[in-house]
């Protein structure tokens, strides 16, 4: 059990940041005019658990926070994503 935790916690780091460094990335190439991230890469990477991440990358580098889309969708990602870890750990 020791072990599966610190694979999923592993697990989680990683996949927030690198949905805080996308949306850096995305914003950085917004302002040069170069190609960007896409928009459905940036939502698997918090659907795969980088939700936070994402979250805490659109507020530092002020990317994305005028697109509804994102501005709820990324919340509710994670909100259904810490519902499902309740849900597994306390119900199941």
């Known amino acids: 059990m020791r072990i ?8 989680i780091v990683i ?3 690198a949905g805080f460094t ?4 995305d ?3 917004a302002e040069t005019n170069q190609w ?3 928009e459905k890469t940036l939502f698997l990477i918090a659907l795969l658990g980088g939700s936070a991440g994402s979250i ?3 507020r530092y580098y002020r990317h994305k926070t005028k697109h509804y889309r994102f501005v709820y969708g990324m ?13 597994s ?4």
Do not use: C, D, S, T
């Open 27 to 29: 914003k950085r190439r």
């Open 36 to 38: 960007r991230v896409k």
């Open 4 to 11: 599966f935790l610190i694979i999923a916690f592993f697990y």
């Open 15 to 17: 996949w927030n940041l």
């Open 89 to 92: 750990v306390y119900l199941a």
């Open 22 to 25: 996308a949306m850096g990335i």
């Open 56 to 58: 805490l990358g659109m």
């Open 75 to 87: 919340p509710a990602i994670l909100i259904i994503q810490l519902l499902l870890v309740i849900y």
